[in-house]
């Protein structure tokens, strides 16, 4: 069974300041993908940024970047340029690649809040 | 943002009440999910669907039961509510690719008093 750990419940960080939030996963698969999903207060759930754990090079979305370690499993988040719209409930989650049934596994979550 | 919609968006029902949460997609995906989140906490999954006519529990033991009759819609049931599952309820679908992203549906919001 795959498991996923987020251990800090909350973050805050100032406007304009860099943060980074922290996710373990744990799996015996090889092919697999993470990824990270943001919840704003009352809004949809979206993607934000994937790693297919095939690739070394770590995945990079505009101010969103992510330090991917697979000997670790490790899979942090890193939000450069934190602006207020980034406040918002984050979430690691983890799918076994290569099936067609798969189903994503989520961590707990980590609340960030963006301050002026 | 994705075309993934869920009615009603807020629901307070006396015990024993039968209610259904609908969700439909507009992106033909055949894969459904509904999911079932307290306040600030992590999702837990209580049912997925495959596609027309497939569904299966999901990892949380769940009361609820759904349906798949169309593609693009995965309603879910309560036949008698209760204070426990007051919780918010969401809906997510993905399509059949390596991507395996999922869209999330706004939520239904349900309180049993």
């Known amino acids: 069974a795959q498991t996923v750990t987020q251990s800090q419940p909350e973050m805050s960080v100032q406007e304009a300041e860099t943060v980074t939030l922290s996710c373990t996963y744990d799996?015996?698969?090889?092919?697999?993908?993470l990824f990270w999903y943001k919840q704003p207060p009352s809004r949809q759930m979206i993607l934000v940024i994937r790693?297919?754990?095939?690739?070394?090079q770590n995945a990079t979305e505009n101010r969103f970047s992510v330090n991917f370690q697979k000997a670790a499993k490790s899979f942090s988040l890193k939000i450069s340029d934190s602006q207020l719209g980034d406040t918002a409930m984050y979430f690691c989650?983890?799918?076994?690649?290569?099936?067609?049934?798969?189903?994503?596994?989520f961590g707990q979550g980590t609340i960030l809040t963006v301050h002026p | 943002e994705a075309d993934i919609y869920q009615t009603p968006r807020y629901l307070v029902i006396g015990t024993g009440k039968k209610i259904t949460l609908e969700c439909s997609q507009t992106?033909?995906?055949?894969?459904m999910y509904w999911y079932q989140q307290d306040p600030g906490m992590e999702l837990h999954l209580i049912h997925y669907?495959?596609?027309?006519?497939?569904?299966e529990k999901g990892d949380l033991s769940s009361e609820s039961t759904v349906s798949r009759i169309r593609t693009e819609h995965f309603p879910l049931t309560l036949e008698s509510a209760r204070p426990s599952h007051t919780s918010q309820y969401l809906c997510?679908?993905?399509?059949?690719?390596?991507?395996?992203?999922?869209?999330f549906g706004p939520g239904t919001r349900l309180t049993v008093t």
């Open positions: 997510a679908s993905s399509e059949y690719s390596p991507s395996y992203e999922q869209y």
């Open positions: 799996t015996s698969e090889n092919n697999y993908y």
């Open positions: 790693q297919e754990a095939y690739k070394q």
């Open positions: 989650a983890f799918i076994v690649g290569g099936t067609s049934y798969g189903k994503l596994t």
């Open positions: 992106m033909g995906h055949d894969k």
């Open positions: 669907s495959y596609g027309v006519n497939s569904t």
